[in-house]
């Protein structure tokens, strides 16, 4: 008879044995990231990186491992990697402000809420202690970071699904804060209730709304559904997990579900089935950004209101060789039919390209406002054939 308890001791013990090895690799990884600061070398390349997926999946397929499952793995190690590495060389240059004891961080809802998990996600690589502050709307947090209640604000602004989130580029017009990091999380959306149950039973639905818009195919199933908006998802599972009907349900995430104790009754509900949302991370003030790591300037501007004034700035980027990532239209508060234009690029803005681009814009717009330089989060992986 084989025993089963056995066998799952023994893997336990493997599972801690993995898990010491990645713990010894990232203070490695630190290492090396100290060592590119001393010798001023960019933090990412892929060319080793690709070499070493090659090796890994080769030796992979000598002990009988699937390349795919190789090349995944270790993909998402690499990842963890440069984005330590990279919080490490941001530290390094901006010294002297990033030493917090205590990291106050305002977010939207609270524990649970998709926005407590990309908090958590982005400040796990710095090594403050962190307090969160939840709030109850995006103006919210804002002004929470603008009063010196919180160090730093993080907020949504795109999702792969339902698009950008107007109201936080509407209150990015009016704020003094500067943009200082990024977060791609990825969105797996799902209805929960607080006992067994089905879809087909539940009554009443509680969903922030662009929760519930990105989920909108799945839902337009349920006619007779009637829909709670909430400020956040973590509100929508406040709602619910004291329901013992069956007939209350609520979207958002499972892992937030789970800490109030909810089940998963349908997952994986968005619309596009690869769903992330965008987190941007605002600050009292600027921070410089370490010439070694990849990096994205926002900016907004408006333009003067003639035929072609909107391509000739786009000219201007291009005669500097400047990419852009986004181009976003709001409308100007108070100046009816009239647009704001929010520019999102890669680069420094200590780039001699970009800052000469920044310079010719200013000329030529009628206003232009850099609203911050920070770290690209955006590690795309190096791809090898497997």
């Not at 333009?303 to 852009?324: W, Y």
């Not at 508060?333 to 690029?345: K, S």
């Not at 680069?347 to 001699?352: A, E, F, S, V």
């Not at 800052?355 to 190096?382: F, H, M, Q, W």
Request: charged content about 25%.
């Amino acid at each position: 008879m084989i025993d089963l308890s056995e066998l799952r001791k023994d893997i336990n013990e493997i599972d801690n044995e993995i898990m010491v090895l990645l713990a010894k690799r990232r203070r490695v990884s630190h290492l090396v990231a100290e060592a590119k600061i001393a010798i001023n070398k960019p933090v990412r390349d892929i060319k080793r990186e690709e070499m070493m997926l090659v090796e890994l999946i080769n030796g992979g397929k000598s002990l009988g491992l699937d390349g795919h499952y190789v090349k995944q793995v270790f993909q998402t190690i690499i990842e963890d990697s440069v984005l330590h590495q990279q919080a490490l060389l941001q530290r390094h240059v901006n010294s002297a402000s990033s030493d917090l004891p205590v990291n106050r961080v305002a977010y939207l809802g609270s524990q649970g809420s998709y926005s407590d998990l990309a908090t958590q996600k982005y400040f796990s690589r710095h090594p403050s202690e962190l307090k969160q502050i939840g709030c109850t709307s995006f103006h919210e947090i804002i002004s929470t970071v603008e009063q010196g209640k919180a160090d730093h604000g993080v907020l949504p602004i795109e999702n792969t699904s339902s698009g950008s989130i107007n109201e936080v580029y509407d209150l990015l017009q009016h704020t003094d804060l500067s943009i200082v990091g990024e977060l791609t999380h990825p969105v797996n959306h799902c209805m929960v209730s607080a006992v067994d149950t089905s879809p087909e039973k539940i009554k009443k639905l509680f969903a922030h709304p662009q929760v519930y818009a990105q989920c909108s195919n799945y839902l337009s199933q349920f006619h007779d559904v009637e829909i709670e908006i909430c400020e956040a998802s973590s509100a929508a599972f406040e709602a619910i997990k004291d329901d013992t009907s069956g007939e209350l349900a609520a979207l958002g995430s499972g892992e937030g579900a789970r800490l109030y104790g909810l089940q998963v009754i349908a997952e994986a509900l968005a619309n596009q089935k690869e769903n992330y949302s965008r987190f941007i991370v605002l600050a009292p003030k600027a921070v410089d950004v370490s010439t070694q790591i990849p990096s994205k300037t926002t900016w907004i501007m408006s333009t003067e209101q003639k035929p072609g004034a909107l391509v000739d700035a786009l000219i201007i980027l291009k005669e500097h060789n400047v990419n852009m990532y986004r181009l976003e239209s709001r409308p100007i508060t108070g100046n009816p039919w009239e647009e704001m234009f929010y520019v999102d690029v890669e680069g420094n803005i200590q780039d001699d390209n970009l800052k000469n681009a920044i310079e010719a814009l200013t000329k030529s717009t009628r206003y232009l406002k850099v609203l911050g330089c920070y770290p690209s989060e955006d590690i795309p992986p190096a791809q090898v054939d497997v």
